[in-house]
């Protein structure tokens, strides 16, 4: 009695694994032909309104067939109401209602230029041009902009007329930037290489 009552559920177990077997098969699986029956159930035939017949007009036409829905005059077009129909009414006291006041348009915006043009004289260049010569660390391109309203590309040009040697601040910088960028991490490196190759894509169009 104890054999058969411990026999008895691996039994049923190895019976009904063929039928759990297939029942997760069945539930996984596609449904046969999904996508022709999806399309035959999409394809719906046009209103009759909408097919040209003989008594169709020949011009352009505008067919207006709502929806059947019960008749309200929110949704209802003005234009369609006969005149005689009352719903013209509503329709006239209602817009009396949800009228908005008249709306005032906002005063014109007036672009304001930060940076004028054609200000500087030629005492402020040789004023720029003796700043950097004297104390090129101190006088950056940015604080001579600042300092004189004008943009750092005009300090640039000037500075390059007055026999200004910017080499070592330029090998400076670099020498900064690939410091930086020898503590780099693989990741950011390969993000850094990865935004320099979409910038060339995006320029080239592609």
Not at 8 to 15: M, T, Y
Not at 18 to 23: A, R
Not at 140 to 156: E, P, V
Not at 181 to 196: L, S, V, Y
């Amino acid at each position: 009695m104890d054999a058969r009552l411990i026999r008895r559920p691996a039994i049923d177990l190895l019976s009904g694994r063929g039928q759990c077997l297939l029942s997760l098969n069945a539930t996984s699986r596609r449904h046969q032909s999904s996508f022709r029956r999806t399309k035959q159930h999409l394809n719906i035939k046009p209103d009759a309104s909408f097919l040209l017949s003989n008594n169709s007009p020949r011009q352009d036409h505008i067919v207006f067939n709502p929806p059947s829905s019960a008749p309200s005059p929110l949704i209802t077009p003005f234009k369609f109401l006969p005149k005689e129909d009352k719903r013209r009414q509503l329709l006239a006291k209602t817009a009396e209602k949800v009228a908005p006041a008249p709306a005032r348009l906002p005063p014109p915006v007036t672009r304001k230029r930060g940076i004028p043009h054609h200000h500087l004289s030629d005492t402020d260049i040789a004023e720029i041009q003796r700043l950097k010569r004297e104390e090129p660390e101190k006088w950056t391109n940015l604080k001579l902009s600042r300092k004189f309203n004008c943009s750092a590309m005009f300090i640039s040009i000037c500075l390059s007329q007055c026999g200004y040697d910017d080499t070592a601040a330029r090998q400076a910088t670099k020498a900064k930037e690939e410091a930086a960028k020898a503590r780099w991490g693989p990741r950011k490196r390969m993000a850094r290489e990865d935004k320099q190759r979409r910038m060339e894509l995006a320029l080239r169009d592609e």
